[in-house]
């Protein structure tokens, strides 16, 4: 099992631009979310989804949008790039939301 | 905003030192999760404490839940370097949602 991978590992964007965060989980979990990580505020929840065609919005959905088609694969778009959305994002999955979380390795972003 | 509030923000200690570190949250919970961090990489869980539970171990962690403190607390006992990271508490409060906080940055020196 490769649990759950993101790709890219690193990415730069100019303002303005687009891009989608892959994420891909081969555990067959329900529960997907997504992440961002900046220094001194933890990790804040972005959006979810408990399961294929069904996403929710977290804490700061602003700028991102998600989907799931597939239980294994959860993208997360950014449509139109700002600086305030420099940070480490961070994929995870589980059977249920109240069951261990297991995370990617994480996509560092960076917007100029 | 953020359900939890770790403290200390950061923790420096010696090997064989036990670490505690605690987590405050806002709201009640239905379970309450540990994780760890290594610098730059993803988190990996520790240890789930659902919230009829008062205390659970696991190695040399232990975990103690007070609902009605709404907080809970970790504790590294016999601390070693390869426990240097940061340590998260995330809740899930009766929503689809699980919420983290912000993180104690533990340092354990040889």
């Known amino acids: 099992n490769a649990g759950v991978t993101q790709t890219p590992k690193f990415q730069v964007l100019k303002t303005g631009q687009s891009m989608t965060l892959q994420c891909a989980q081969d555990?067959?979990?329900?529960?997907m979310s997504w992440y961002r990580q900046d220094p001194g505020m933890g990790l804040r929840l972005i959006h979810y989804?408990?399961?294929?065609?069904?996403?929710d919005q977290g804490e700061v959905p602003n700028g991102y949008n998600v989907s799931r088609s597939t239980t294994e694969d959860f993208p997360l778009r950014l449509l139109s790039a700002a600086p305030s959305q420099t940070s480490v994002y961070f994929c995870?999955?589980?059977?249920?939301?109240?069951?261990?979380?297991?995370f990617g390795p994480g996509t560092r972003l960076t917007v100029l | 905003s953020q359900q939890g509030e770790e403290d200390p923000q950061a923790l420096s200690i010696q090997e064989g030192e036990n670490a505690t570190m605690n987590c405050s949250y806002k709201?009640?919970?239905?379970?309450l999760q540990w994780y760890r961090q290594n610098s730059g990489r993803g988190l990996v869980h520790l240890i789930l404490?659902?919230?009829?539970?008062r205390e659970k171990h696991s190695g040399r962690l232990r975990v103690t839940l007070d609902t009605s403190k709404k907080s809970s607390s970790l504790l590294i006992t016999a601390s070693r370097a390869a426990d240097t990271a940061s340590y998260f508490c995330?809740?899930?409060?009766?929503?689809?949602?699980?919420?983290f906080g912000t993180g104690t940055r533990l340092q354990v020196f040889p």
């Open positions: 995870a999955s589980s059977r249920r939301l109240a069951d261990e979380q297991f």
């Open positions: 555990m067959n979990h329900e529960y």
């Open positions: 989804s408990v399961g294929a065609g069904i996403t």
């Open positions: 709201t009640s919970i239905n379970n």
């Open positions: 404490i659902r919230s009829n539970e």
């Open positions: 995330a809740t899930d409060a009766w929503t689809d949602k699980l919420i």
